[in-house]
């Protein structure tokens, strides 16, 4: 392989890890904004889910 085509290859697989984190960011946002609204929501469940989405995203950020 070329040099330039393993560029190419190495941004586009840091694009779509960027667009991923991008996707589990907000995601994190919209929990945030729930668990911050005046619902009666579970707390604690939606901790777990954030710490559980920042581990997705260290692992995607592992890979970059």
Known sequence: MQPKEEFEQS????????????RTLE??????????SDLNVDRATLQKTLERLQRKIDRIADTI
């Open 27 to 36: 995601q994190m946002l919209t929990l945030a904004q729930l668990s911050a």
């Open 11 to 22: 941004i586009q697989a840091i694009d779509q890890a960027l667009g991923e984190i991008e």
